[in-house]
């Protein structure tokens, strides 16, 4: 009896001493091969040897939540990483990756858009011609303001001529075409702020009062166009770019594997080439000058000249969104692991943690959601 429970006490003793963790990590652990993008800051980058980003630091919020390790691979050219991807030697891709019907048919699969984004249209800046001035003035309010202008300045015209015609001590000995010239040359002269004209009757009083007044109003409107225009000029702040039909049989630079890009240049008229990363569209128009329009990502833009703010006085930077995109996580459309990260990514962004993500990275982390 005593043996017998010698024995089991013995059992018990090494079944203790065997390091169970071991095979619960083995269970419960998997490695994930994850690629990035290197160049698509603010959503992947390497910084000391390390990856970075709005999209890479999701990803690693979503694996705190599950019992995964990563080996992280870096990728350079979009379409290098997509293809790895599809033929699995890799098993998630993150970077500045968008929606894209493409992707389902080479066997990728992607997690809901966690950012907004909008892309512009950037081009060379170079010294701008009269045309290209004109075309800044000449806009909807300067015509309807100066097109008012002319209507009110004819009625008052008349009036004046009417009531004054035969009053004035000038006006009495002049014939009608005198009187007529004599009145317009008056109304004009008070527009531009050169009062030379005396009324005699009441009446002759009571419109040049009131043509000062609303004159003082329509002239204002006409030079704060011109004097906004001129700002716009000097600070370089917005180009002379007012639609995206400028793009017209051009040839524009885009990111690769940003198909909706490449899908509004097509709708402008444009002829499409993709270029691996956004700093080699930056250069190739406005340094070698070999593509002369860009469409690229406004967030990746502004953070791109934050770390080349020289760059940015040879762009010329429309303010006008030829398109929209919304940001992705990649993945194997196998992975067995897909439904657990999608949910714990969902989880993350339920939770508002991503707001936090974004703010480290974009000033403007509203943009990043969940759709």
């Known amino acids: 009896m005593v043996r017998k429970n010698f024995f089991v006490l013995l059992i018990l003793g090494m079944l203790y001493l065997i390091p169970w963790n071991v095979f619960a990590e083995t269970v419960d652990s998997k490695v994930l091969t994850v690629g990035y993008m290197e160049y698509d800051s603010p959503a992947s980058y390497t910084l000391s040897g390390e990856p970075r980003g709005i999209a890479v630091d999701l990803f690693k919020a979503t694996q705190e939540k599950l019992r995964i390790t990563t080996r992280w691979v870096p990728y350079h050219s979009h379409e290098e990483a997509t293809t790895a991807l599809s033929n699995k030697h890799i098993d998630v891709l993150v970077g500045a990756?968008?929606?894209?019907q493409h992707h389902a048919q080479a066997g990728i699969t992607e997690t809901p858009v966690y950012f907004i984004d909008t892309d512009i249209i950037i081009a060379p800046k170079g010294t701008l011609s009269f045309a290209d001035v004109l075309n800044m003035i000449w806009n909807d309010l300067l015509q309807n303001t100066l097109l008012f202008s002319l209507f009110a300045g004819?009625?008052?015209w008349v009036l004046l001529c009417v009531f004054e015609g035969s009053?004035?001590?000038?006006?009495?000995?002049m014939g009608l075409a005198e009187k007529l010239s004599?009145?317009?040359f008056e109304i004009w002269a008070c527009f531009l702020r050169d009062l030379l004209y005396r009324p005699v009757t009441n009446i002759g009083r009571v419109l040049m009062s009131l043509w000062m007044f609303l004159s003082i109003i329509l002239i204002t409107v006409v030079?704060?166009?011109m004097t906004s225009t001129i700002i716009v000029l000097h600070t370089g702040s917005q180009a002379h770019i007012t639609k995206p039909q400028v793009l017209y049989q051009?040839?524009?630079?885009?990111l690769a594997g940003h198909?909706?890009?490449?899908?509004?240049?097509?709708l402008a008229g444009g002829r499409s080439q993709p270029i691996d990363d956004i700093g080699g569209v930056v250069e190739a128009v406005a340094i070698n000058h070999s593509i002369p329009y860009g469409v690229v990502s406004k967030t990746m833009l502004v953070d791109y000249l934050l770390a080349y703010p020289e760059v940015k006085e040879q762009l010329m930077i429309s303010s006008i969104p030829i398109a929209y995109e919304g940001w992705v996580l990649l993945a194997q459309q196998d992975l067995s692991l897909y439904p657990a990260m999608k949910a714990a990514l969902l989880d993350v962004i339920d939770g508002g943690r991503i707001y936090g993500i974004c703010a480290m990275y974009v000033s403007h982390p509203e943009h990043c959601l969940v759709m």
């Open 259 to 266: 198909h909706s890009t490449a899908e509004a240049i097509l």
């Open 97 to 100: 990756f968008v929606h894209d």
């Open 154 to 156: 004819l009625i008052f």
């Open 223 to 225: 030079t704060s166009i």
């Open 250 to 254: 051009q040839n524009v630079g885009y």
């Open 167 to 173: 009053k004035h001590p000038e006006l009495k000995e």
């Open 182 to 184: 004599y009145t317009f």
